[in-house]
């Protein structure tokens, strides 16, 4: 626990068996409630995950990254989590930084914690691709001047969202391919949500997962779409199931059954 609210994190598994115990030692003691949620894996992800006491989900089809993501959340909000923060289990991101995430929100600084792998300028150094970190680059420059925010990065694998900011954004509304996380940032500037970055190092490897680059055009054309969605919404423009009116508890900043699930 952080200030009497209780931590969660959540790892979207896809044939994650070779990296996940390496992601699961470094959790910090903090989190209450670990939960992997297996997107119908041809691996051993599930049989590793039992081993190492994780509270266990698995798809009987695969859902895709937001499908899977929308069982992440809800199984983290049914089992009381008060931070829920997401780390892809392919030990890309580092978890030694869920501690800094989940204080952010945990204290009220921030609804939406992400760790930016632009912050610390270490990208290309950690083995980013060079066509991944210009697109990421060209899409983020993009999003903040059509949506007037000032993020390093939208497309990162960590983050750390309040339970009242999840409660408000429209997941089920939300695609079940990549862009869901991209919707997500999105719907929360909409919102007003107060959105806060945290460096976090690069680290590509061949165990780490990776989009195709065909794949990663869809994604890239669905982040333009929900850019210029959102954009419409904060104008009044556009009332659509992936951006509803807004219903979000503003508070001032403080500074101090798609799864079978198992133990």
Known sequence: ?????????????????RTLRATVQELPDIVDDRILVDDHSTDDTVDVARKLGLHV?????????????KTCYALALSRG??????????YQYSPLLVSALASMAAYGVYDLVLGSRILGGEALRGGMPLYKYVSNRLLTLFQNLVLGAKLSEYHTGLRAYT????????????????????????????LGARIGEV??????????????FRRS??????????????RLAKWGLLRAAVF????????PPVFLPWAETEE
């Open 1 to 17: 626990m952080i200030n009497q609210k209780r931590i969660a994190v959540v790892l979207p598994a896809y044939n994650a068996a």
């Open 57 to 69: 989900a698995v798809h009987d089809r695969n859902r895709g990254y937001g499908g899977n993501q």
């Open 81 to 90: 989590a008060d931070i829920v923060v997401m780390i892809h289990p392919d």
């Open 163 to 190: 339970r009242e900011l999840l409660e408000a954004l429209p997941l089920e509304s939300n695609s079940e391919d990549f862009v869901f996380d991209n919707q997500l940032i999105a719907q929360s500037i909409v």
């Open 199 to 212: 460096s976090c190092p690069t680290r590509y490897f061949p165990q780490a997962s990776s989009i195709s």
């Open 217 to 230: 055009v869809t994604y890239g054309l669905g982040v333009v779409r929900t850019t210029l969605q959102a």
């Open 244 to 251: 509803p009116a807004s219903r979000w508890p503003m508070r």
